[in-house]
């Protein structure tokens, strides 16, 4: 079955460490997204990719990175600047960015601290 | 800014019919989606508005006014199965031909028997 795949489904963070948040899509989308799931708020993107080797900030970017190497790919490394990292956080993608495209999501990371 | 109202909560008994109400307040609109969450799963979209007026899919419609900002999810012959949560969310366009998808807080439904 075509899908999205995140992992860990927990993932625990001690002071000062990176940890990195798989997610893998055999959809064969272009585009792939990560967003930050927060209780009483919206999702809010941290970073998108349009297309391989190519990606760009979100509205809440500071202290995350990620890569996108390959197509099916999009890992997201939460960094020991992210000083709130505590959050559900979601992997999406879409065939493109067009505006009719709904985005697919995986069933999340629940990231918190030690 | 970019504005997305949806109530908190909502409460309706099974076999009803229940209505989500979206308030938006955006520089451009492309078009409005809804989408159902369960607690701690993926969202999974449900629908797509870009004109005005009513889409309908089996037990679900979907309606929106570009002119008043306003679109509702409604929700028919309620089963147990449908408490989660409900995200609005719109479409922009952004910079470098990206659509941006802006989501509000979503709104939790009980269905209780």
């Known amino acids: 079955d075509g899908g999205i795949t995140q992992s860990p489904k927990y993932l625990f963070r001690k002071e000062g460490q990176n940890v990195t948040l798989s997610c893998e899509q055999n959809?064969?989308?272009?585009?792939m997204y990560w967003y930050r799931q927060d209780p009483g708020q919206g999702l809010r993107l941290i970073y998108y990719?349009?297309?391989?080797?190519?990606?760009q900030k979100g509205d809440i970017a500071e202290g995350y990175s990620v890569s996108r190497e390959k197509k099916e790919s999009f890992p997201l490394t939460v960094t020991s600047a992210q000083k709130n990292p505590t959050a559900f956080y979601l992997c999406?993608?879409?065939?493109?960015?067009?505006?009719?495209?709904?985005?697919?999501f995986g069933d999340g990371t629940r990231l918190s601290i030690l | 800014g970019q504005n997305i109202d949806q109530p908190t909560e909502m409460t309706a008994t099974e076999g009803a019919i229940v209505q989500i109400n979206c308030t938006y307040q955006?520089?451009?609109?492309?078009?409005l989606f809804w989408y159902q969450q369960h607690a701690g799963e993926a969202p999974t979209f449900l629908s797509y508005?870009?004109?005005?007026g009513l889409e309908e899919k089996g037990r679900f419609s979907s309606f929106l006014s570009r002119s008043k900002g306003y679109s509702y999810l409604l929700l028919k012959e309620l089963q147990m199965k449908d408490s989660a949560s409900y995200l609005c969310?719109?479409?922009?366009?952004?910079?470098?031909?990206?659509?941006?998808?802006?989501f509000g807080a979503g709104t939790r439904l009980a269905v209780h028997p």
């Open positions: 999406a993608s879409s065939l493109t960015t067009g505006t009719h495209q709904p985005q697919h």
């Open positions: 959809l064969n989308h272009d585009a």
């Open positions: 990719s349009q297309i391989v080797n190519d990606f």
């Open positions: 955006t520089s451009g609109f492309n078009g």
């Open positions: 508005n870009v004109l005005d």
């Open positions: 969310a719109v479409t922009l366009t952004s910079g470098g031909g990206y659509n941006k998808l802006i």
